[in-house]
Nanobody, 128 residues
Framework: RVQLVESGGGSVQAGQSLRLSCVVS????????MGWYRQTQSPDKKREGV?????????LYADSVKGRFTVSEDRAKKTLYLQMNYLNPEDTAMYYC????????????????????WGKGTLVTISS
């Protein structure tokens, strides 16, 4: 059974940084795409892709986070990271990690974005 467990969320002020982690267990497929999505709390609760990385190390970023966020993985620790710098209030959301089998990453469509498995999320709150 695949499990993804996020951590590292919290409340910080605008301009500060956070690093999110996602420990993946039970995943056995050699080719994958995994990454981070976020969902605003209100009012529309829209979920959107943030950053993806595939098993070859190629990355994709949403335009809103390019230059500020960096996605990476530590295969030995089976952990996915999201380094978030220069945070602003618009980054406030629940952040989820997700994974899907296959080669390469593409931005899928909601609600599942093509992902096979999801974590339960970690909350990030940015105050101005």
């Amino acid at each position: 059974r695949v499990q993804l467990v996020e951590s590292g969320g919290g409340s910080v002020q605008a301009g500060q940084s956070l690093r999110l982690s996602c420990v993946v267990s039970g995943w056995t497929k050699p080719n994958y795409c995994m990454g981070w999505y976020r969902q605003t709390q209100s009012p529309d609760k829209k979920r959107e892709g943030v950053a993806l990385i595939d098993s070859d190390g190629a990355t994709l970023y949403a335009d809103s986070v390019k230059g500020r966020f960096t996605v990476s993985e530590d295969r030995a620790k089976k952990t996915l990271y999201l380094q978030m710098n220069y945070l602003n209030p618009e980054d406030t959301a629940m952040y989820y990690c997700a994974i899907e089998a296959g080669s390469g990453c593409v931005w899928g469509e909601p609600p599942t974005f093509g992902m096979d498995d999801w974590g339960k999320g970690t909350l990030v709150t940015i105050s101005s």
